[in-house]
């Protein structure tokens, strides 16, 4: 299957300042990427969808300013969080799709963000 | 708005059969999933059923969904302790292109 990498694994930064997590289509081209947020022992929770070369739509109650999100390539897009809090601190998922409209998005292994 | 609701624990034989059940509420959903998630990592899919069919086998997975009631449910057979895990159901909405994920069922096996 499609491998979808995420980097970093885990990154401990302290509160104030910003984090980039990287989130890459390894084998295919994916127009589209999911970002999603998860609470400890609770489900996903969809962020934002990110197109390739235009603005992301972000879901309800996700703040745009502070979970900035850029999809400069099909290959590559990035969540920052900037200003992080300790609330802030969660498990970050991303996925990508394939261009042709496949079937199923590809999962990276997730971002631990702890802020202290 | 849509939702997704699956029962948040389950706890198994090794060697038993496994059931997870979910219910859903977008009756113009496409493809219906099964994730799997190990402590700390990503998601794994496991299997996926279009919205047109009643059921889908692989090894010791079956799906079976009924879409009058909108309910989809997973069946691992032979449960083994590294089929402990949560395990996510979701759906994948036409309009909207995004999938919505259920809660996640924690599964316990015991030897």
């Known amino acids: 299957g499609a491998v979808v990498s995420q980097h970093p694994s885990r990154v401990i930064c302290k509160s104030g300042t910003s984090v980039k997590i990287e989130c890459r289509s390894l084998?295919?081209?994916?127009?589209?990427m999911f970002w999603y947020r998860q609470f400890p022992k609770k489900s996903l929770m969809l962020m934002a969808t990110?197109?390739?070369?235009?603005?992301?739509?972000?879901e309800q109650g996700v703040e745009k300013d502070k979970f900035l999100i850029n999809h400069a390539s099909l290959t590559l897009s990035t969540l920052t969080v900037t200003s992080a809090h300790p609330e802030d601190s969660s498990f970050y998922i991303c996925?990508?799709?394939?261009?042709?409209?496949?079937?199923?998005?590809?999962f990276g292994q997730g971002t631990r963000l702890t802020v202290v | 708005g849509e939702d997704v609701e699956q029962s948040l624990f389950l706890s198994v034989r090794e060697g038993d059969s496994s059931v997870i059940n979910c219910t859903y509420t977008?009756?113009?959903?496409?493809?219906l999933y099964w994730y799997k998630q190990e402590p700390g990592a990503g998601l794994q899919l496991l299997t996926y059923?279009?919205?047109?069919?009643d059921m889908k086998q692989d090894q010791r997975l079956t799906v079976l969904l009924n879409k009058k009631d909108k309910h989809l449910s997973l069946r691992i057979a032979d449960t083994q302790t590294g089929d402990s895990a949560i395990y996510f159901c979701?759906?994948?909405?036409?309009?909207?292109?995004?999938?919505?994920f259920g809660p996640g069922t924690s599964l316990s096996v015991i030897p």
């Open positions: 996925s990508a799709r394939d261009e042709d409209w496949n079937t199923e998005a590809f």
């Open positions: 084998d295919f081209q994916a127009t589209t």
């Open positions: 990110s197109n390739e070369g235009s603005k992301a739509t972000y």
């Open positions: 977008d009756s113009s959903s496409t493809y």
């Open positions: 059923i279009f919205s047109n069919m």
């Open positions: 979701a759906e994948r909405e036409t309009s909207y292109d995004k999938v919505i």
